[in-house]
């Protein structure tokens, strides 16, 4: 099958299709095939040389954000407008990985597409009725019509940007370079598998960055709300260390109290679960569900409920933590949701978050002028593009 760019760019350039990205998408074989394709690059095993090129791709970007940051402070202005830099940095660690594809901060195409896919996934927290009656579509096409537009300026320049440079120099019969090329690769042999399809697939995991920017946004405010949090933190990232190196992801499994704060965190801020429609029909606690049913789970109370949790409303890393210093998750925290639709990508939002943490916490004090201003909305992990400036200064105990 031959593919031919300028026909993409005419004919699939916005998003009117039938198809749905791979997360909304109810489970047929199809999707099974599609989540597998991405599987190997969005749940790679830690011994395996896709994880090292995570770590390695992790430990390149991080100092240029911290360079970002640190540029901005010389400019006079402790005050940064610190999610654009975050969401900029883990996009390009999306791509990198995903598309072997960097831009820089400065790009105005990038600026357009971390703050569109930040805009989309503010809007999808937002739990409007839409989302859950799709009938009421008709009095939403404004609401509907603008989300439709930032996506379809994300995918002309991923077009333009990622995908024009792929299908110039893929070589359809080698070992896949990156995760472009296997949606290339597979498109051409499978004629299952359609062009919206592949588009929607790299789409979402490379959009999967806005959820990363707007966690670490939600841990700073909480590490700030909590500073003792960043003490322990700080032991944890000397003691692998030894003052005289950044953190990498092979030092994660030495650094519990951290990587139980990004836990916390998704608990404390009850992240959503994505709807899911009964496959047959079953019962769920003596109730009958029939096959069809849209069923969605209560997340915020599972995450909040004191029949679960010990002094549920306290931000407590530490309930991770076994008496042997191993993180536990127990079973009914599912921040990634459950069974075949678990996140896919769950590993590349813990590891490059814990990494983008670590890394700003071992270099700055981070603060804010008036600790009362920070609000939070409760079960919402989304904050709005323009949210708070957090103001950094260079750590007091720097080694």
Known sequence: MDININHILYEHGTLGNQFSALA????????????????????????????????????????????????????????????????????NMFTQYLCSTRFDYEDKQLQTMV?????????????????????L??????????????????????????????LDTVDYDDHPRDFTDALLQYFREDEELSWDHIMFDLEDFIGGHAALGNLVMLILIYLMKNPHCIDKIRQEIDAVTGGLRDVCMDDKYKMPYTEALVFE????????????????????????????TVVILNNFDLNTSDLYWDEPTKFKPERFISQDGIVVKPSHFIPFGTGKRTCIGQKLVTDFTFIVITSILNHYDVSYPNMDELKLVPACVALPAETYELEFTLRKDLF
Not at 127 to 132: M, Y
Not at 141 to 160: P, T, V, Y
């Open 137 to 166: 579509n008709p009095f939403f096409s404004k609401h509907m019509n603008k989300i439709a537009g930032w996506a379809n300026e994300i995918r002309e320049i991923m077009l333009e940007r990622i995908i024009k440079q792929h």
């Open 265 to 292: 965190t998704l608990r404390i801020c009850a992240s959503p679960i994505v709807p899911h429609v009964a496959t047959e029909d079953t019962t769920v606690a003596g109730y009958s569900v029939c096959k069809g």
């Open 115 to 135: 703050r569109n896919f930040d805009e989309i996934f503010y809007e999808i927290n937002q739990g409007h009725p839409v989302d859950f009656l799709p009938w």
């Open 24 to 91: 909304l998408c109810d489970w047929s074989s199809l999707q099974e095939k599609r989540r597998r394709i991405a599987r190997k690059y969005c749940s790679p095993r830690i011994i395996s040389s896709n994880y090292q090129l995570m770590s390695k791709i992790s430990l390149i970007e991080t100092p240029i954000l911290l360079k970002a940051i640190h540029k901005r402070i010389l400019s006079g202005n402790k005050s940064v407008k610190i999610k654009p830099l975050l969401q900029s940095a883990f996009s």
